[in-house]
């Protein structure tokens, strides 16, 4: 039994597929420790409260001992009201013959509220994910809405990639996941990201030397892993769901508790200019998490390979940073 205080996590798309895995998380102390009791707010679309309702009654079912309450809401007005953490997953799906400027136009709307309601009604501590797609440009849209809430506290998933690009790795050499260190994804959340290997090690030793096969970085490792998103969907039928949950749980988990000794991650974050990446911009770095507070890994070389796979990316974002100013969704830092 903890005596803490809870942290308010609010999450959005709370009836939707991610969140069905990402809530028992939650609830169970994956996300902030076994000693963190949590309060839930839910944020769904009036058409989904319903169902909502019934994730809320599992939810207590589960007789969670961390979990401190559930509130449910389709305003964001109150969802974000005292929120500690909040993890965006709601969003506007691609559908048929949308383009990826009618998404951006499409979700516009969506995260220019829920970042003004964050300005206006979150604690002071506040830390946002972004999980809905395009994530990176919609936390930029966020962030842009939110002026009084310092702009580091936006940031955006790359997690699952960075995952992912762990997987491979770990396919590849036979180690254990855990053996597995350094990996970086840089850039955008899309099929542009450059899975970076370079630093990377496996039990310690270079991971490029364990792999010895530069044609399987090139042909097979990056665009698995770039891919991977579209290639769930064509064999689930359904974007990745419980890994992407589980992304998220680390994201947050290590930010808030700190990355592993030796180790770092990646994560989505606004550039302070680093690496060439525009500042202001929402893009994927390696980065180092300690006492709630990240920060870029800073001086690592940068080859000519990755330095074009990286800009390549980068300058898809500002494509979308552009779309959404021009579309008065967010403001040029
Ligand atoms: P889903 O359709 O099952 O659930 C989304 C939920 O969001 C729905 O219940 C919907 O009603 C709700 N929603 C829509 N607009 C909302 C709003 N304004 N406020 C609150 N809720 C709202 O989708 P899902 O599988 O859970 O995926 C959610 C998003 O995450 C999608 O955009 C998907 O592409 C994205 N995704 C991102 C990553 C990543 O790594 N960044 C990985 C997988 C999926
Ligand atoms: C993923 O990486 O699995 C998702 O972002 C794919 C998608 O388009 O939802």
Known sequence: MSNAAPVTVTVTGAAGQIAYGLLFRIASGALLGSDT???????????AVGSLEGVAMELEDGAFPLLAGIDISDDPWIGFDGANIAILVGARPRTAGMERSDLLAANGPIF??????????????????VV????????????????DVPAGRFTALTRLDHNRAIAQVAEKTGAAAADIARIIVWGNHSATQYPDLTHATVRGRSALEVIDDSAWVTDHFIPTVQQRGTAIIK???ASSAASAASAAIDHIHDWVLGTAPGDWTSMAVPSDGSYGVPEGLISSFPVTCSRGEYAVVPDLEIGEFARTRIDHSVAELVGERDAVIDLGYAKRS
């Open 37 to 47: 009791p949590v309060r839930l707010r839910l944020l769904e679309t009036p058409a």
């Open 132 to 147: 809905g797609n395009p994530a990176n440009t919609n936390a930029f849209i966020a962030m842009s809405n939110a002026p």
């Open 112 to 129: 220019t509220d829920q970042g003004a309601a964050i300005n206006a009604n979150a604690a002071e501590d506040i830390r946002v994910l």
């Open 235 to 237: 064999a689930r039928g």
